[in-house]
């Protein structure tokens, strides 16, 4: 916790509350049987409500906001023990490739303080790399626990559509674009947070081979005759230039995976992920101008009136003039994309990518609240276009630690695996994880 305030990882504390969660626990000991995870200290990330405490969604237009009730994956951690410790610093809505609000600060990476963490779930990545917490929530609406795993040298996994949810029981936040879990040190620990989190519901997401424990499945391996056929991109889909270490770090998982003994070849990526991304865009926007307008009605406020940074009040207005015929389009362009990769994991069990087309970013580099708003999006389109996709096609999609860069900053390569094969990538991070172990803590944290 000492180290909190060089970091700026945690914005709102929740300590001597944690305490008596803590206590409390000891009077049922019984639930140390039942959950793997019990008593360990635990943080949520500040776009997700947590009973009691204050969300503020990264945005001064929450300011003051108190949550009435826990969010299903809230209720869920609390169930199995985990004393909440306090909220993690995010961009305004979870909206950017960077940790900078104007509401709460700036969020330094712990490997170098001058560098950003990435976003959206960069305090949480920021308070496991600096060893506050061993694990911590995050959660993904376009590469948010991938990204700045990445950047912080730990392990992030966004689990398929209909595998966890963050507000109910239905698993369609940002049309089930947006899911949560954490980010760890550890694949083991990502395993045992996703038991805890996963639903029940298979009328709702009928999800191919998810198994009883994650946890359990990493112990069964991959025997000879379950080698995987893996799919490597060294191109950028649109055709951003990607930085020689990033593309370091994809080759030297390609070549991981084949001492592993499994398939890999290069192999083009069959959806358009310009279109794609238009039609997330759509919807995204849609579904922020319907958070910020809720708001502004409570507060009495105009929507040009809402202290948004500018990012934001731009994604708003255009969220306000999609129409019905617009939002259906996006979604059917969505489903389109859905099938092509179905398709294309007939052929291929994983396909490996860059996470970001950038090394870290530094502190300032990428600010949501510049004025000269083309200037921005240019910056943010140069940084990423990868990870969003599985968003969109609800796949499941992990960061795995994999190099270091000159500035002495981590680097991931991203694994993407066919809808329900959660289970698949969990085992081979674990294989990779032995074969290449990663140490998962920073130099702040020494």
């Not at 060893?131 to 993904?140: E, Q, R, T």
């Not at 392990?155 to 398929?160: E, Q, R």
Request: hydrophobic fraction near 40%; aromatic fraction near 6%.
């Amino acid at each position: 916790i000492e180290i909190n305030p060089s970091i700026n990882a945690i914005v709102i504390e929740n300590f001597e509350h944690a305490l008596v969660q803590a206590r409390e626990l000891d009077e049922h000991p019984a639930l140390f049987e039942k959950s793997r995870v019990a008593g360990l200290p635990f943080l949520i990330k500040d776009l997700t409500e947590v009973k009691g405490l204050g969300t503020s969604y990264g945005s001064s237009l929450f300011e003051n906001y108190i949550s009435n009730k826990h969010s299903n994956i809230v209720a869920k951690y609390v169930e199995a023990g985990l004393p909440i410790i306090g909220k993690t610093n995010t961009p305004e809505f979870g909206l950017t490739l960077t940790t900078e609000s104007a509401a709460n600060g700036p969020c330094r990476n712990p490997w170098n303080l001058r560098y950003s963490t990435g976003g959206s779930s960069g305090g949480a990545v920021a308070a496991v790399a600096a060893g506050i917490v061993p694990v911590a929530h995050a959660s993904d609406g376009g590469g948010s626990i991938r990204i700045p795993a990445s950047c912080c040298g730990l392990f992030g996994l966004k689990p398929s559509r209909g595998l966890t949810a963050i507000e109910n029981t239905h698993a369609e936040s940002w049309e089930g674009m947006s899911v949560g879990h954490v980010v760890s040190r550890s694949v083991r620990d990502s395993a045992a947070f996703l038991d805890v989190v996963k639903l029940h519901s298979p009328h709702l997401y009928p999800l191919p081979g998810s198994p009883d424990s994650f946890f359990d499945t990493l112990a069964e391996g991959h025997s000879d005759g379950e080698k995987l056929r893996i799919a490597v991109q060294y191109e950028h889909p649109t055709g951003e230039t990607i930085d020689e270490e990033c593309l370091l770090a994809v080759q030297l998982a390609a070549r991981l995976c084949e001492s592993l003994g499994h398939h890999v070849e290069e192999a083009a990526h069959p959806v358009d992920h310009a279109i794609a991304g238009k039609s997330m865009s759509r919807l995204i926007n849609t579904f922020i101008y319907k958070s910020v307008a809720k708001r502004a009605e409570t507060l009495q406020l105009e929507l040009k009136d809402c202290p948004l940074e500018t990012s934001t009040l731009a994604m708003a207005s255009r969220g306000a003039a999609v129409s019905a015929v617009d939002y259906l389009q996006a979604r059917e362009s969505l489903l389109a994309a859905e099938r092509q990769m179905r398709d294309f994991h007939q052929q291929y069990d994983v396909i490996i990518q860059p996470v970001l087309n950038k090394v870290p970013a530094k502190l300032g580099w990428l600010d949501m609240n510049s004025e000269d708003l083309a200037s921005y999006g240019g910056r943010f389109k140069s940084y990423s276009g990868i990870t969003a996709l599985a968003n969109g096609t609800g796949q499941p999609s992990m960061s795995v630690p994999m190099a270091i860069t000159a500035e002495n900053l981590p680097i991931g390569a991203m694994f993407t695996a066919a809808w329900g094969n959660d289970a698949v990538l969990l085992r081979l991070a674990a294989a990779l994880e032995m074969a290449a172990p990663w140490t998962g803590l920073a130099k702040a944290a020494s």
